[in-house]
């Protein structure tokens, strides 16, 4: 294996020499990591093309369109974001000032998945150079290609000293958690992510984890059922199905449940026509290995629409499956591929209920006309982030931070989230020589005592 800890001895050193602190360095380096994504465009969509069949347009609206708008955004704002921030000063405490001094980690490891592999890569990194750290990226071995033009790309503009794209599997980024590293970004699944929390632990390095889960997907009578077929479909078999925070699973008023199936059925058709293999815009599942785990999925219920796979090209259609019940093993776990298990509930408690009595999600969707349905929904039920009458488009708004809780992660990120997620706040207090009020020193009486008391109370 190549000299994984040199690589983090150079940054380091480069880190600990400080040109990272400078506010024009990091400008300076965010310019080079948009003029990539620009001058680079079509071959990083043909690299992503090459590696599972996604389309032009998806590459660029859910992954270079995502970094480059979060690029920007950090351009303007880091000024302000990494200036010291006042702060009141209570009585105890006076005369002093207080502020808040915000700080890089440091020595930055971001892991990457392969489902978005430009957006998953490059967002975190976004976060890491505004706030002045230095990088190493381990980017997806399941996506050779694009993996391999990130590599070509970024050592082609910076120097790896400051940051550096490590190429390899499992072996390699298992090696660079065990490293001495100020934070660890990891997205990816639950299984690795708990791997990674327990290596870090040995260290007590800080981290976010970026997981994944089921994320459910709920439609009440009061909803417009065509509008929620439609944007369900396009959220559920966009980047085909492989997207953590795609809905998993729906849940339907069963009052509704029929007419809700007819317009679904309807909407895969709008989108990919009645023959979705042949469709340029329908990607294909990654590897062989989720090829089979997904066929697997496809003995379960009723078909609605779908079912069609084939292994060659690795092609499963987009699928609707109907009389599933919650102990049948689509159920289980997050089903990441085109295959979409719609299941009737009576009352909204029984819904919450459903959902409460799992893993708490990535994204929850809520389709509804009804107020007091999404108050409720919002009140009882803990996700990481979620939309209301639409699913996905959340991540197009850079003011809102993303990330899970629970089992599917903890820690945000996306526009300033991510400037805050590796940055460390360093709170400071500042006092005068003079005067030196002498009520804290002892000895202590009551006297003192009581003074203190009238001030605390
Ligand atoms: P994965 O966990 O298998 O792999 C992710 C990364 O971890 C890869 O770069 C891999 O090389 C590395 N890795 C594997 N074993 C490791 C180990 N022992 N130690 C350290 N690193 C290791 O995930 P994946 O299959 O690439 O991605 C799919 C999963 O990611 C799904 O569960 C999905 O929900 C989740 N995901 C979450 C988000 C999010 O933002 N929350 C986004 C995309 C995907």
Same mark, same amino acid.
């Given at each position: 294996?190549?000299?994984?800890q ?6 380091r ?8 602190? *400078? ?7 965010l ?16 690299? @992503?093309?090459?590696?599972?069949r ?40 006076? #005369?002093s ?34 706030a ?24 082609? *503009? ?6 550096k ?31 990674? &929390? ?7 390095? #800080? ?8 994320? %459910? ?5 009061s ?33 509704? !449940?029929?007419e809700?199936?007819e ?12 023959? %979705? ?43 609707? +499956? ?8 689509? &159920? ?5 591929? #085109? ?12 819904? @919450? ?23 409720? +929904? &919002? ?14 488009a959340?991540?197009?708004?850079h003011?809102?931070s ?26 400071? &207090? ?7 009020? #002498?009520?804290?020193?002892? %000895?202590?009486?009551?006297? !003192?005592?009581n003074?203190?008391?009238?001030v605390?109370?």
């Amino acid at each position: 294996m190549i000299d994984l800890q040199a690589y983090l001895n150079k940054q380091r050193a480069f880190f600990r020499a400080g040109k990272t602190k *400078s506010i024009d360095y990091r400008i300076r380096q965010l310019k080079k990591l948009k003029k990539i994504l620009v001058d680079n465009e079509q071959l990083l969509i043909d690299e @992503v093309h090459k590696d599972f069949r996604k389309s032009a347009f998806e590459t660029y609206v859910t992954e270079i369109g995502l970094v480059i708008t979060d690029i920007n955004f950090a351009i303007k704002n880091v000024e302000s974001w990494a200036k010291q921030k006042p702060v009141s000063t209570p009585i105890v405490n006076f #005369p002093s000032k207080n502020f808040i001094i915000t700080e890089p980690y440091g020595n930055a490891l971001i892991i990457a998945p392969w489902n978005y592999p430009i957006l998953l890569a490059l967002q975190p990194l976004v976060g890491a150079i505004a706030a002045g750290n230095t990088a190493i990226l381990k980017p997806s071995e399941l996506t050779p290609n694009t993996s391999a033009a990130l590599e070509q790309l970024i050592s082609d *503009s910076f120097d790896e000293e400051f940051l550096k794209v490590i190429l390899g599997s499992a072996e390699e980024a298992s090696a660079l958690v065990k490293m001495d590293f100020d934070f660890i970004f990891f997205t990816g699944s639950t299984r690795v992510g708990k791997i990674i &929390m327990r290596d870090a632990a040995e260290r007590l390095t #800080p981290l976010t984890l970026e997981l994944g889960g089921k994320s %459910p997907c709920i439609v009440d009578k009061s909803a417009n059922l065509e509008v929620s077929a439609k944007r369900i479909a396009w959220g559920k078999f966009v980047n085909g199905g492989q997207t953590c925070v795609a809905p998993d699973y729906v849940l339907v008023e069963k009052s509704v !449940k029929k007419e809700f199936l007819e317009c679904i059925k309807a909407s895969i058709i709008q989108l990919y026509g009645d023959e %979705p293999e042949q469709s340029p815009d329908f990607p294909r599942i990654i590897s062989d290995a989720h090829f089979e785990r997904l066929s697997g999925l496809l003995g379960e219920g009723k078909i609605i629409t779908g079912g069609q796979t084939n292994p060659q090209t690795r092609y499963i259609a987009p699928t609707v +499956i109907d009389e599933i019940s919650l102990d049948d093993p689509v &159920m289980e776990d997050e089903i990441f591929g #085109p295959i979409l298990p719609v299941l009737g509930y009576e009352s909204i408690d029984e819904c @919450v209920s459903i959902i409460n009595d799992r893993p708490r999600p990535l994204a929850l969707y809520v389709f509804t006309s009804d107020q007091e349905i999404e108050n409720h +929904i &919002m009140k009882f039920i803990s996700f990481g982030g979620g939309a209301v009458n639409d699913t996905i488009a959340q991540l197009g708004n850079h003011h809102l931070s993303f990330g899970g809780v629970g089992a599917s992660g903890f820690g945000s990120y996306h526009g300033k989230a991510s400037f805050d997620c590796f940055s460390h706040q360093k709170s400071v &207090m500042k006092k005068p020589f003079w005067p030196d009020v #002498p009520i804290r020193y002892a %000895p202590y009486d009551d006297l !003192k005592l009581n003074l203190v008391k009238k001030v605390l109370k």
